[in-house]
């Protein structure tokens, strides 16, 4: 095969993954294909996509052609002092022909994948004019590097993903826009029924009592509703920067606790608290909102007279975890993998507590933004423990 074929076929593989972007293959599969297909025609050994996390303002795997999805999850690379920051940074390609050579490089990342990297190419992915993160192309098998073609090659690869990225987001947003108006819908149709009965001359007092206070509930619903989904979308869109700064934990907590106090009250509820002297590198308005939505769900979800004790410890160093345990219903095995999902109530909870079931997914979001995480574990009929990591000021 000569040079000139073998380019060619390059093309002609490369103009197979943009007809495959208009199909419906599943996002995944398409950035799978788009990583394999970097390893072949460019003679690497490995191929990834790092995806810029607007939070946290770090670069993270989206897809590497030699690791599996678990395994590159918690693998995060900063901005400053990387090569692939700093294409993000430039919005540029870069070859590095020898990595050992780079004082940017960022060996972190080679030693959680148990990889040696040599050399690489790496291109911009680019939206709307906006640079949403990498796609690398990582040991140039041969002698010879990487040659302008690559680089050639490699950007019409990245501009091939960029899209699929972008499709992907928006059939989210369009999928979440579907859900809210499907939520709007009961209540509203609650509403309309009210006000033809209320309209009625012969309801009783009693009867247009009834009527009133399902209105409020019901309004109240819609009230709930529209602030989750605001919050949901904000966190989502990337457009609300979190303030970061000094936040006590006693502050925080004790702040939160006083606010769901007459609920607590209400179904004889002790909460009880167990913290360290720690100072939080956080947004404490946000953070109160996964703390408040904990602690309500703690009670909400609770029989009378039932325990929630809030505690806290030191996690990896840098991190601090903080725990909101209770004695409610629990949750059973099978429930646990989408509790954190938009919309997602467990079905028997259903008519023992009213909720729009974003609560939780709201707090990942804010938790994620911090650059932490959230997790829960759980007995039915025992009670549950929410965990959530956030950053400690040094
Ligand atoms: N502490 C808890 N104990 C038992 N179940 C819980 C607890 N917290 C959350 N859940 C379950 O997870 C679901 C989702 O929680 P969330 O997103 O906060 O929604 P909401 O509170 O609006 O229902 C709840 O509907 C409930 O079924
Ligand atoms: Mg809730």
Known sequence: VTQVEQTLENYRRILEISKQLNSNLEYRTLL?????IVVEIL????SSIMLLDPGSGELRFEIASNMKAHET?????PLEKSIAGWIVTHGEPRVIK????EPIHFRQVDKEMHFKTRNLLGVPLITHDKVIGVLQAVNKRGENGFTSEDINQLTILASQAAVAIENARLFQQSDFIAEIVHELRTPLAALKASTS???RDDLDAERRNQVLRLVDEETDRLIA????????A????GRIGLVFGKVSLEELVSDCVAIVQPQSDAKDISITLDLPEIVINGDKTKLKQVLLNLLTNAIKYNRHQGRIHISAASHDGDMVRIEVSDSGYGIS???LPSLFRKFYRVPEHQNRASGTGLGLAISKSIVELHGGAIWVHSIAEKGSIFSFTVPVFS
Do not use: G, K, M, P
């Open 32 to 36: 799978h294909q788009i990583v394999t």
């Open 43 to 46: 003679n690497v050994e490995a």
């Open 73 to 77: 999850e918690n693998i995060a690379v």
């Open 98 to 101: 020898d990595v050992a050579q």
């Open 197 to 199: 009965l209320l309209r």
């Open 225 to 232: 509703l529209s602030t989750d989904f605001l919050d949901l």
């Open 234 to 237: 904000r966190l989502e869109s």
């Open 333 to 335: 095995s099978e429930h």
